[in-house]
């Protein structure tokens, strides 16, 4: 099993506020999940997209999965991608994040010398889900925890041993500073995609 070769992008929400499937949305002429695979596609041989919709993905070079816990949110989805995955570690994003940092995965790479169950990121003091480390081995445990009535990221990451990545250290390796940018509303996608055009 290879240590970390394996991206699994959560695309299981029902895009309410957007109107229309968030994975699709056009930044510039791509949508945003082939710029999103497109991006992984330098770390990872291995492109999970957990989806309810599998047949929407067929045009893409990537395997698919759908929620085998249903109705349970991004740990749902996050439990179906491990189930799968050829790696032990995973780097987990959602599909409605256009931004990655190379030197962010570089960094994690690293730190997986540690040993840790996740490796998540601090952004203004909150500890982000996606942009994200997750180990195979929690597969158990997260069936465990929504076997129990708990479906929070955060209690998962309590309940492991997990390496938090500082605000100081992230905003000192990564290039972009708009890194957990999602994109929930057509006002949002046209406010990035102006601002990613006049850039």
């Not at 698919?64 to 991004?74: L, Q, R, S, V």
């Not at 465990?144 to 929070?152: A, K, M, T």
Request: glycine content about 6%.
């Amino acid at each position: 099993m290879k240590q970390f070769d394996t991206a699994i992008i959560v695309a299981g929400g029902k895009s309410t506020r957007m109107g229309f499937d968030k994975a699709f949305m056009k930044i510039g002429n791509t949508s945003c999940i082939e710029l999103i695979i497109k991006k992984l596609k330098w770390h990872f041989n291995e492109i999970i997209v957990v989806t309810q919709e599998i047949s929407k993905y067929n045009f893409i070079d990537v395997k698919t999965t759908h929620d085998e816990i249903k109705n349970a949110g991004p740990i749902g989805g996050l439990h179906a991608g491990l189930k799968i995955s050829s790696s032990i570690y995973n780097y987990l994003i959602a599909c409605d994040m256009p931004v990655l940092s190379d030197e962010l995965i570089i960094h994690m790479k690293k730190l997986l010398s540690l040993r840790p169950d996740i490796i998540s990121c601090k952004n203004n003091g909150f500890i982000e889900p996606f942009h994200a480390v997750y180990s195979k081995h929690l597969t158990t445990r997260i069936e465990v925890q929504i076997e129990g009535g708990e479906y929070s990221l955060f209690k998962l990451m309590l309940k492991s041993k997990t390496k938090i990545i500082s605000d100081t250290k992230i905003k000192s390796i990564c290039k972009s500073s708009n890194l957990f940018t999602n994109l929930n509303t057509r006002q949002e996608l046209a406010q990035f995609t102006a601002e990613k055009v006049n850039n």
